[in-house]
C-alpha cells in the first residue's frame, strides 16, 4: 500500500511571500499520478495542480508550483505571492496508474497572515 | 456546469437510527468515489463506482455500510445501525473516467454527528 506523509502540520506564512509545504509519499510503482488539494473551510476539496510520475518537468499553476523529486519520491508545493485566500487545509494525494482512489496525506494546516 | 452536490450538508442523528447520504455527480461523470474524512483517520477511501457497478468496495468499514447507484448518476452511501465512530464528513468525488490523470472532483460532504 502506498503511504503519503506530510511533515508539517502547520505553517504560518505573510501575505505576498513564498511557503513549500512538504510531501513524501512510498510506493514501488514507477507510473502514478500526486496531487495537492485545497480545503478551506467551506470543506470542498479544491485541486490545486496535479503531476504525472513520467513527467520530469515540474507542473506549474498560476503562483502555484511544484518540485517532484522522483528517486527521492518528494512532491513539495511551493504558493508564490501568498494571499489571504490560501488559507486552508492542504492535502497531498497519490493515485497508482493501475488504481483509482486517493490516497491522502494528514494535511498541512496553512495560515496566510495580512 | 454544475459541480458534485452532496445532501444533506448536515446531520445529526441518534446512535442506532440508519442515516442515507446522498451524492449528484458532475454530468457525464462516469466514476464515483466515497471518502470518510474524520479527525483520527484523516481521509479514508470507501468505495468506487464505475457506472452503475462496484468493483471495490474494500475501504466500507463494516457491513453496516452500503452503497448504491443507479442510472449511471446519483449514489446513496447508507450506513445502518450508526454508531458513534461513524461521526465524519463523508466526502464524494466523481471523475470522467478512472483512468490516466483525470482529476477527482468533490462535494461540500455531509457532516454526520451520531449523538
Known amino acids: 500500500a502506498q503511504t503519503v506523509t506530510q511533515s508539517q502540520p502547520e505553517m504560518s506564512v505573510q501575505e505576498a511571500e513564498t511557503v513549500t509545504l512538504s510531501c513524501t509519499y512510498d510506493t514501488s510503482e514507477n507510473n502514478y499520478y500526486l496531487f495537492w488539494y485545497k480545503q478551506p473551510p467551506s470543506r470542498q476539496m479544491i485541486l490545486v495542480i496535479r503531476?504525472?510520475?513520467?513527467?520530469?518537468q515540474n507542473a506549474t499553476e498560476n503562483r502555484f508550483s511544484v518540485n517532484f523529486q522522483k528517486a527521492a519520491k518528494s512532491f513539495s508545493l511551493k504558493i508564490s505571492d501568498s494571499q489571504l485566500g490560501d488559507t486552508a487545509m492542504y492535502f497531498c494525494?497519490?493515485?497508482?496508474?493501475?488504481?483509482?482512489?486517493?490516497?491522502f496525506g494528514k494535511g498541512t494546516s496553512l495560515l496566510v497572515t495580512p | 456546469g454544475a459541480g458534485v452536490s452532496q445532501s444533506p450538508s448536515n446531520k445529526v442523528t441518534e446512535k442506532g437510527k440508519d442515516v442515507e447520504l446522498r451524492c449528484d455527480p458532475i454530468?457525464?461523470?462516469?466514476?464515483l468515489y466515497w471518502y470518510r474524512q474524520s479527525l483520527g483517520q484523516g481521509l479514508e477511501f470507501l468505495i468506487y463506482f464505475q457506472g452503475n457497478s462496484a468493483p471495490d468496495k474494500s475501504g466500507l468499514p463494516s457491513d453496516r455500510f452500503s452503497a448504491e447507484r443507479t442510472g449511471g448518476s446519483v449514489s446513496t452511501l447508507t450506513i445502518q445501525r450508526t454508531q458513534q465512530e461513524d461521526s465524519a464528513v463523508y466526502l464524494c468525488?466523481?471523475?470522467?473516467?478512472?483512468?490516466?490523470?483525470?482529476?477527482?472532483?468533490f462535494g461540500d460532504g455531509t457532516r454526520l454527528s451520531i449523538l
Open positions: 468525488a466523481s471523475s470522467a473516467d478512472r483512468v490516466g490523470n483525470q482529476p477527482q472532483h
Open positions: 503531476q504525472e510520475a513520467y513527467k520530469q
Open positions: 454530468s457525464g461523470h462516469t466514476a
Open positions: 494525494a497519490f493515485r497508482s496508474n493501475s488504481g483509482y482512489a486517493l490516497n
